[in-house]
């Protein structure tokens, strides 16, 4: 973190900064966790305290805005200084869009616990991981500065955008068969595509991890295995 | 660019405009400055970009208005001060023998960081440099320089009615902007300044600031200051000195969003201990 400036309120300004970055991440990992928890055990309750949660990740983010253009505009902050302060800017709003996407799966919760389970809530619960553990990491790789980390978090993203491509075409699958599963497949597949972003500003976090460290994002495209916006799955006996 | 008018010119005439719009207008190499026994520049190697501002930053006697005044000389003042290494203008060595310093200083003009107008009136302080250096014809030709030069250091306006009025009963910015159109007066391809707003508010600073953009077009700059943010807002390429070296130079948008040595990000973010 900061340290080191000749004027020492500059410092507490970037680790205040720092610091609410932190606690946003982690009350937003905390929220999606929990909202996964409560898919899993089809739990109104806990999905309503989620969805009530996310308030506090809005505030933050607000706290943070407020901190970003202060420094700015008092500080004129430079090179290294000036990076953190973009930076926090844009993970904050990267947080604040997993948040929501944590309360958005908490209100399909309630829904869903109203309909009979369908087995592909399996593999929603599966990318939930892969995805939860690839915004810790990012998180990790941006307080920490870890390069090595924001590298592995950013090349993770092409098995999250696989799973979800497969999890696409496994719910038209059971829709297929069986028109009483589409309410629970639709709410899954949004599910689904919430946590895929949610590993797609994982990646984002990732990349301003090397933006503060080096001054540039990653060079090159990443892998993109997300096919589901091409996939048709045809009902079988047809052509 | 000395004497380039809008008359129509040759293709061989812009050819040749062309590659000295491409050439830096001061190539330097190698320079080391002493005052006597201390060594106050140490192996600068700086190319001065042609109609371009350069900026020069770094703390207090880290050598940059040191290496301003060795690029017109205006260090041979100093009895025990000593310049070696090479410093090109326009590919002509400036300590060379041959060199006329009092023409080299009419084409590498100099404004100081406290406003310094001669104790006359406006007029004269601006007609002085072309009546010395036999720019002018006549009278007419003399009033036309200077109604131009105010022009161009954008003080027409203040002053068109009062010149004959003494300089010294400017504004202090006024005052940094009739040095500025008498260093212009007498067509120089470079001016030098050192530290210019430092001792002006923060409107006669903007305007000096909007001047100078203005000024790149037809001259090339050199700007020591203090203030990062102002070379932020008027060059173009920065160099960083640091006890007597130049630590790094390079495009200002570069130095000042992601320098390259720990020195200047030390000195730019304000944590040189």
């Known amino acids: ?239 | 660019m000395t004497g380039m008018t809008a008359e129509v010119m040759t293709p061989k005439e812009v050819e040749t405009a062309k590659e000295a719009a491409i050439a830096p207008k001061f190539v330097t190499k190698g320079v080391d400055v002493y005052y006597a026994e201390k060594q106050a520049l140490t192996n600068v190697s700086l190319d001065i970009e042609t109609n371009q501002v350069t900026s020069l930053i770094g703390p207090s006697g880290c050598g940059k208005s040191t290496y301003l005044r060795c690029l017109n000389r205006m260090n041979d003042t100093i009895d025990i001060c000593r310049v070696m290494g090479d410093i090109l203008l326009d590919g002509a060595d400036i300590y060379s023998r041959e060199m006329d310093v009092v023409h080299l200083r009419a084409r590498v003009g100099m404004v100081f960081q406290k406003p310094n107008p001669f104790p006359k009136s406006i007029y004269e302080n601006v007609c002085y440099g072309p009546k010395i250096h036999g720019i002018a014809k006549n009278k007419a030709e003399l009033d036309d320089i200077v109604h131009t030069s105010l022009q161009k250091a954008g003080l027409w306006n203040e002053v068109k009615d009062r010149m004959h009025e003494p300089g010294t009963g400017l504004s202090g910015g006024q005052q940094q902007r009739l040095c500025i159109a008498r260093a212009v007066a007498v067509q120089p391809d470079v001016i030098l300044m050192d530290e210019p707003c430092s001792a002006l508010d923060p409107i006669a600073t903007a305007k000096i600031e909007e001047l100078i953009d203005e000024l790149r077009v037809n001259y090339t700059i050199v700007i020591v200051t203090h203030s990062m943010q102002q070379a932020a807002r008027v060059s173009q390429r920065t160099g960083f000195f640091h006890l007597g070296e130049l630590v790094e130079v390079g495009e200002t948008e570069q130095i000042f969003t992601n320098p390259k040595d720990e020195r200047t990000q030390g000195y730019i973010t304000g944590r040189f201990g």
């Open chain 1, 1 to 239: 973190m900061a340290s080191d400036h000749i004027v020492k309120s500059f410092d507490d300004q970037l680790n205040r900064l720092g610091n609410v970055i932190a606690e946003m991440g982690g009350l937003a990992e905390v929220q999606l966790s929990d909202a996964m928890e409560a898919l899993k055990r089809r739990d109104i309750e806990k999905a309503i305290e989620v969805a009530a949660g996310d308030q506090r990740i809005d505030d933050l983010e607000s706290e943070v805005d407020h901190l970003a253009v202060s420094l700015l505009a008092l500080r004129q902050p430079m090179a290294t200084d000036l990076r953190d302060v973009i930076g926090a800017l844009k993970v904050s709003s990267m947080i604040e869009r997993v948040g929501d996407y944590a309360k958005n799966v908490a209100k399909r919760t309630s829904a869903l616990a109203e309909v009979p389970p369908v087995p592909p809530a399996f593999t929603v619960a599966r990318l939930g991981r892969l995805t939860q553990e690839m915004f810790k990491e990012a998180l990790d790789s941006y307080i920490s500065r870890d390069l090595v980390k924001a590298s592995t978090t950013r090349n993770r993203d092409e098995e999250a955008d696989a799973l979800y491509t497969s999890i696409f075409r496994e719910l038209l699958t059971y829709m297929m068969e069986d028109p009483r599963n589409i309410t629970s497949c639709t709410h899954l597949l949004f599910v689904a595509k919430n946590l895929e972003r949610v590993g797609d500003h994982a990646t984002n976090i990732a990349e301003m991890t090397h933006f503060v460290v080096e001054g540039k994002t990653p060079e090159g495209e990443r892998a993109n295995n997300d096919e589901s916006s091409f996939t048709v799955v045809r009902p079988a006996g047809i052509d």
